[in-house]
């Protein structure tokens, strides 16, 4: 392809893309085709000869496009959202212009510096302290791939400070801290460090977060079987609920255990924090006052593609203590003479993208204030289901809403009668929302919504973020929920006397 070719492809991906979007409401939420429909649909071969442009790109309309779930649709309302701004999809085509590993400054000086720029500018939108910029020179930013990965990076980091700071301990006392509403990152961090991981049990009297008495309580447990917890992963507006752990409590019990680290993942709910209405909720002083290391995800709510995934920390020796690693081909005088920053020691790997050019585009062309306003319309759309919620009989909140974020389930009916056991009433309810989470499931085309568990509780979450959504799709998708909750009620119930019968 020649230049001439590029741009006359580019002109038609940029039409198809805006196509996409202008009809992205009217396709089905849910990708409907069945497993492997694109493996016998594609030859299992290489071509021999080059293929046409056009077909390359026809194709991606009728074999690709029918197997996207479409993440972006305002009836999308599953896990959280994924976003697609038109300002970050143009920040990833001219990145993507410019390719190269960006594994040191002077593989592009650019792309180091203008990461070390807007994760500063992204620390000031949330309000995190200056401990936690670059241009301290002691804490700073980076950008991860998602907040899983930034999990590892922090434990890798913490292993290598507790370590070092208690050269006796054996490896295989270590132990991570999480909670049992934690986000599989912790576990998944235990897994590839081959550590142990222990998840603290929350309470739903405590709306699933965790308490300082909690922790305390394990870390005396722990210490007395010569295990040596060395970080404790908090969090900030949970998966499943959007919990949120008491970080006030728990700094103060770990000021007692000045060597584990305290991460705070907030991948979600961490946005809110440019909202200043909402930095109580999102422990903004906690997070500044006692967090080793804090992060979000603005490819989450935040506007900005996949993926960029921030991460913060107090001390950067931290990362670049553990995870350094220099051969000769790769040292520089701006390295040597510390007046760069080498962002391949932050992270697992050696290469990295230009995500900090989508982040760039997204935050100057929105400014503050509109990323405030697509973060309040969301939480305003989720005030505005909730209202609905409460106003029927049929549903109740599972939890208090959180920002974005409602978890809910079908009530029994009135006609049903079950055993006084608390237990039984339990699983008869699971029972019944399961049923209804089945129903809902058959209308993916229409609406996505997914289920959690919490302490044995089977609920619904529903989750508001997509830039597109608005309030009419909340009546619609209100519809959908409760036309099925009709239909599950009444085939629980007849399910039931067929039982009985």
Not at 158 to 171: G, I, T
Request: proline share 4%; aromatic share 10%; glycine share 6%.
């Amino acid at each position: 392809m020649d230049i001439e070719e590029f741009r006359k492809a580019g002109y038609q991906a940029i039409d198809r893309i805006c196509d996409y979007y202008a009809s992205i409401q009217d396709r089905p939420v849910v990708s409907q085709v069945q497993p492997g429909y694109l493996v016998d649909a594609l030859p299992s071969q290489p071509p021999e000869e080059a293929d046409n442009f056009n077909a390359i790109a026809d194709d991606f309309q009728k074999l690709i496009l029918p197997g996207i779930t479409n993440w972006q649709h305002p009836s999308f309302f599953a896990y959280f959202p994924t976003a697609a701004s038109f300002e970050g999809i143009l920040g990833d085509l001219y990145a993507s212009s410019v390719s190269n590993p960006g594994f040191n400054w002077l593989s592009s000086p650019a792309c180091t510096e203008l990461e070390q720029v807007v994760m500063d500018w992204c620390a000031k939108l949330l309000g995190l302290g200056d401990h936690f910029l670059n241009k301290n020179g002691v804490g700073g930013g980076v950008i991860q791939t998602t907040a899983s990965e930034a999990c590892i990076v922090v434990c890798v980091a913490a292993r290598a400070r507790y370590v070092r700071e208690h050269p006796d301990v054996k490896l295989e006392d270590l132990v991570i801290y999480t909670t049992t509403q934690t986000h599989s990152l912790g576990v998944k961090a235990g897994l590839v460090l081959g550590l142990e991981v222990r998840a603290l049990e929350v309470k739903a009297e405590d709306e699933y977060g965790l308490r300082g008495e909690a922790l305390r309580q394990a870390l005396v447990e722990d210490h007395a079987r010569e295990k040596r917890p060395f970080i404790m992963i908090g969090t900030v507006g949970s998966t499943s609920s959007g919990a949120v752990d008491n970080l006030a409590e728990i700094g103060e019990v770990l000021k007692e255990y000045p060597s584990i680290w305290l991460h705070v993942d907030s991948a979600w709910a961490g946005v809110a924090l440019s909202c200043p209405e909402y930095r109580d909720f999102a422990q903004l002083e906690p997070i500044n006052k006692y967090a080793t290391s804090y992060g979000t995800n603005f490819h989450k709510w935040g506007l900005v593609n996949f993926d960029a995934s921030m991460l913060w920390v107090r001390d950067r020796r931290n990362l670049t203590d553990a995870l350094d690693v220099t051969p000769e081909f790769l040292r520089t005088k701006q390295h040597d003479a510390g007046l760069v920053i080498d962002y391949r020691n932050w992270h697992l790997g050696l290469g990295r993208r230009f995500r900090s050019l989508k982040v760039w585009f997204v935050l100057r062309r929105y400014g503050v204030e509109g990323f405030r306003k697509h973060i309040r319309e969301g939480i305003a759309l989720n005030e505005h289901f909730v209202s609905l919620v409460r106003a029927s009989p049929a549903f109740e909140l599972v939890t208090k809403p959180s920002l974005a974020l409602t978890v809910f389930r079908l009530t029994l009916p009135p006609t049903a009668t079950i055993d006084g056991d608390p237990d039984a009433r339990l699983a008869a309810q699971n029972a019944l929302n399961e049923t209804f989470h089945k129903r809902i499931s058959n209308e993916s085309d229409k609406i996505f919504l997914t289920q959690t568990k919490l302490n044995g509780t089977f609920c619904i979450r529903f989750a508001v973020g997509a830039q597109r959504t608005r309030k009419e799709h909340i009546d619609q998708a209100w519809e959908v929920i409760q036309r099925n909750a009709l239909a599950a009620t009444e085939e629980w119930l007849q399910s039931r006397t067929s039982i009985q019968a």
